[in-house]
C-alpha cells in the first residue's frame, strides 16, 4: 500500500484528500495550527529542519503539497509572511522530497496567469499580476529546480463543504440563506473546483506515472456572478439578492485580479480516467452531500 503525506490536511482541500485516500491508501495528515484528524503530524512548512526530519522519517511514496495562504489579499498586505509560506515553505517541500527521490504534487493556482487571455492551456507563460500569483509561481520553480519527479497542478476557485473553513460557495449560500443582499462581479471569470473532485483527480495523479504541469479545475469557464446564481438556483435561493457588480467598482478587494483565469482541462482529460464536472454537475454533488455541512438548510 502506497504512503502519502499530505501537508494542508485542515483545510478544505487537504482534507478532502485524506478522507478519500484512507480507503486506498496509507495516509499521514500533517497539520501547522490545527488538526482534524487523529495521528497527524505536525510540520511547519516554513521550517526547513523540521520538513526535512518529517519527511525522512516518514518516506512517503507521493508527497501531495496543499499547504498555501491562499487569502489573495492578505498576501497582498503581508508579502513576507506570504513568500515564507508559498515560496520558501515549497522549496523546503521539494528539497525534501528531492532528497528521499519522493514523488511530490504541488497544488499551485490559475491566479499565476495575468487573465488577458482566458482558457489558459499549460504551455502559456505565467505572468501573475498580484503576489499571492507570484508567490505561487515561485513555488512552482522551485518544485522544478529541487524535485524531479514531480507535478504541478494548477486549479481554480476551490469550493466545497469545511467544517471551520469558508470558500466562496460557503460565503454565497451563507449569506443568501440570511436573506442577505451580496455583490458580485459579473465580468472576472473563472473555472469554479469542487475540492472532492480535485481530491480524486489527486490521487489518481499519485498513482500513475504522470511528471510535468496539469490543469485540474472545473469543466466550465463562467463568471463569479453566474456562478453565485447558480448556487442559488441549487440551493433555492432568491437570485435578486445576487447584485452583478463591474471589478473595478469593487471596493473590498485590495490585490488586483486577472480578469479571466479559466483554465482549459483538455490534457488532464486525455490523461485521466477522473472526468472534471461543469458547475451545475459540481453543485447537484455538492449538494447531494449535504450531511458534510454545518449548515442546516430548511428548504
Given amino acids: 500500500m502506497a504512503r502519502i503525506l499530505v501537508t494542508g490536511a485542515s483545510g478544505l482541500l487537504g482534507s478532502k484528500v485524506v478522507k478519500l485516500a484512507e480507503h486506498s491508501f496509507e495516509v499521514i495528515p500533517t497539520h501547522n495550527t490545527c488538526s482534524l484528524f487523529m495521528g497527524s503530524v505536525k510540520m511547519d512548512i516554513t521550517n526547513s529542519a523540521q520538513v526535512l526530519q518529517v519527511v525522512a522519517q516518514m518516506k512517503p511514496d507521493v508527497l501531495i503539497h496543499v499547504a498555501a495562504e491562499t487569502r489573495v489579499d492578505r498576501c497582498e498586505k503581508n508579502r513576507e509572511e506570504a513568500w515564507k509560506v508559498n515560496a520558501e515553505g515549497t522549496k523546503n517541500i521539494a528539497v525534501a522530497c528531492g532528497k528521499i527521490k519522493t514523488k511530490l504534487i504541488y497544488v499551485s493556482t490559475d491566479y499565476v496567469f495575468d487573465g488577458e487571455k482566458g482558457l489558459y492551456v499549460e504551455g502559456d507563460e505565467p505572468n501573475p499580476v498580484n503576489y499571492y500569483g507570484l508567490t505561487k509561481l515561485k513555488g512552482e520553480e ?16 476551490l469550493y466545497g463543504w469545511h467544517s471551520t473553513k469558508t470558500n466562496f460557495a460557503l460565503w454565497v449560500i451563507e449569506s443568501l440563506k440570511r436573506g442577505e443582499s451580496i455583490s458580485v462581479v459579473d465580468d472576472h471569470y473563472n473555472s469554479p473546483t469542487l475540492a472532492d473532485s ?10 500513475q506515472n504522470l511528471r510535468g504541469v496539469f490543469h485540474t479545475a472545473g469543466n466550465e469557464r463562467i463568471s463569479r456572478c453566474e456562478f453565485a446564481l447558480k448556487i442559488a438556483e441549487t440551493f433555492n435561493f432568491d437570485p435578486k439578492l445576487i447584485k452583478p457588480v463591474k471589478m473595478n467598482q469593487l471596493k473590498t478587494w485590495i490585490a488586483r485580479r486577472p480578469r479571466d483565469s479559466s483554465l482549459c482541462i483538455d490534457k488532464a482529460h486525455s490523461q485521466l480516467k477522473k472526468k472534471f464536472l461543469n458547475v451545475e454537475e459540481s453543485l447537484k454533488a455538492m449538494k447531494m452531500n449535504q450531511s458534510e455541512s454545518s449548515i442546516s438548510f430548511k428548504n
Fill in 142 to 157: 522551485f518544485v522544478r529546480e529541487n524535485c524531479q519527479d514531480y507535478v504541478v497542478a494548477r486549479t481554480s476557485v
Fill in 198 to 207: 480535485l481530491a480524486e483527480a489527486l490521487l489518481e495523479i499519485a498513482q
